[in-house]
């Protein structure tokens, strides 16, 4: 049995997307096997659906920041820490304080993923629509001052939900520092809090905003 665990969503075409902004996901048989012999599929899939990163350029210019094609193979693969914020109620922001104190508690460090399981599952509910956790603006500073490469959460944005777009505070504090984002994580209820050894695979469409990924966690030997 594989010691990595798959934390990325299945896309379809009733993949739950973030209303009013992006679109529902649609697939079109371009040729079946019955008929042409081969099948191949034509997607029409937004590159913030799914379990996706965001590159700096998702909402800075680029001519001066990076586009998704633009991440390193170096920062595919790396290290980083998995907290527990599912106690939170719906709709409630997480602490710079909360953060620190769990942060501390698995030695975050520079360079590392910081990933957050908010208790979100993919589905289109009230609450993963519209009512998911989040980290406030001072907490997305804090990571700034840990210098960590990629913030991850399960939640549809790493923003306060019903946000507009002036109001993205932890996008404008994060990405400007270049520092990646990854939304829409599942499946991590079935990992425990703690150090990770990471992969975390985009598709380097060129000079684009970002991409679906791929997201595996194995915990670090002791």
Request: proline residues 7%; aromatic residues 8%.
């Given at each position: 049995?594989?010691e990595?665990?798959?934390?990325?969503q299945?896309?379809?075409?009733?993949?739950?997307?973030?209303?009013p902004?992006?679109p529902?996901?649609?697939?079109e048989?371009?040729?079946?096997?019955?008929?042409?012999?081969?099948?191949?599929?034509?997607?029409?899939?937004?590159?913030?659906?799914?379990?996706?990163m965001?590159?700096?350029?998702?909402?800075?210019s680029?001519d001066?920041?990076?586009?998704?094609?633009?991440?390193?193979?170096?920062?595919?693969?790396?290290e980083?820490?998995?907290?527990?914020?599912?106690?939170?109620?719906?709709?409630?922001?997480?602490?710079?304080?909360?953060?620190?104190t769990?942060a501390?508690?698995?030695?975050?460090?520079?360079?590392d993923?910081?990933?957050l399981?908010?208790?979100?599952?993919?589905a289109s509910?009230?609450?993963y629509?519209q009512e998911?956790?989040?980290?406030?603006e001072?907490a997305?500073?804090?990571?700034?001052?840990?210098?960590?490469?990629?913030?991850?959460?399960?939640?549809?944005?790493a923003?306060?939900?019903?946000?507009?777009l002036?109001?993205?505070?932890?996008?404008f504090?994060?990405?400007?520092?270049?520092?990646?984002?990854i939304?829409g994580?599942?499946?991590?209820s079935?990992v425990?809090?703690?150090?990770?050894?990471?992969?975390?695979?985009?598709?380097?469409?060129?000079?684009r905003?970002?991409?679906?990924v791929?997201?595996l966690?194995?915990?670090?030997?002791?």
């Open positions: 049995m594989s990595w665990t798959d934390l990325t299945t896309v379809d075409q009733n993949s739950p997307t973030l209303p902004l992006h529902d996901p649609e697939f048989d371009f040729a079946v096997l019955e008929e042409d012999g081969y099948n191949s599929t034509i997607l029409h899939l937004e590159t913030h659906c799914g379990t996706h965001d590159a700096p350029t998702h909402f800075l680029k001066t920041y990076r586009t998704i094609d633009e991440i390193t193979v170096d920062e595919m693969i790396a980083g820490v998995i907290l527990d914020f599912s106690h939170k109620n719906p709709n409630t922001a997480i602490t710079r304080a909360e953060l620190e769990r501390r508690e698995h030695n975050l460090s520079q360079g993923y910081l990933i399981n908010c208790g979100m599952k993919p509910t009230e609450q629509l998911f956790v989040y980290p406030e001072e997305a500073e804090f990571m700034i001052e840990k210098n960590i490469a990629c913030f991850g959460i399960d939640a549809l944005s923003d306060k939900p019903g946000a507009d002036d109001n993205h505070h932890v996008h504090t994060l990405l400007p520092e270049d520092i990646l984002i939304e994580i599942a499946n991590l079935s425990s809090p703690g150090r990770y050894d990471i992969i975390c695979t985009p598709i380097p469409y060129a000079n905003d970002g991409s679906q791929r997201l966690v194995k915990p670090k030997s002791a």
